[in-house]
C-alpha cells in the first residue's frame, strides 16, 4: 500500500478519494443494518451527503479526456446527483420498495463497480493500493 501515492496527487483527487471510501464504509454499514428509524434516516442523510461530495468532486478531475475535458466517468456522477434525488423522492413519498431498490443499485454501481475501474493501471488508486511503496 503506498498512501503517498494519494496524498501528492492534486486536488480533488485525495478528497474524491478519501469521501468515495468513507461512503463505500458508510454504505455497506446502511446496507447491514435495521431500516426505518432513526439512526437510518441520519447515516442515510450523511451517505447520500457524501454521494453528492464524490459525484460533484468527479467533475473537477480531467485525468481522462474524452469529450473535451470529460470523460464516461462524467456521465455516471450525473447519474449519481439524478439518483440522489430518486433515493430521497422514493423515500419520502413511502415507496420504500423502490427506495430500497435504488439505494442498493447505486451503491454497487457508483461505488462498489466504479471503484474496481479506479484499480486500472495508470490509475492513483492502482498506485495506491496495487503497487505499494
Do not use: C
Amino acid at each position: 500500500m503506498n498512501p503517498d501515492a494519494l496524498f501528492s496527487a492534486t486536488q480533488p483527487i485525495p478528497f474524491h478519494a478519501l469521501s468515495a471510501t468513507a461512503a463505500i464504509g458508510l454504505g455497506a454499514a446502511q446496507l447491514t443494518m435495521r431500516k426505518g428509524g432513526s439512526v437510518h434516516r441520519v447515516m442515510g442523510r450523511l451517505w447520500l451527503g457524501l454521494m453528492a461530495l464524490v459525484a460533484t468532486s468527479s467533475f473537477f478531475i480531467h485525468e481522462i479526456n474524452l469529450w473535451g475535458r470529460y470523460s464516461p466517468i462524467h456521465l455516471l456522477s450525473l447519474w449519481t446527483l439524478i439518483s440522489i434525488g430518486l433515493t430521497v423522492y422514493y423515500a419520502r413519498s413511502g415507496n420504500i420498495k423502490r427506495h430500497r431498490q435504488s439505494a442498493t443499485a447505486f451503491y454497487w454501481l457508483a461505488l462498489i463497480l466504479t471503484g474496481f475501474f479506479t484499480l486500472l493501471p495508470g490509475r492513483i488508486m492502482y498506485e495506491v493500493i496495487l503497487v505499494g511503496g
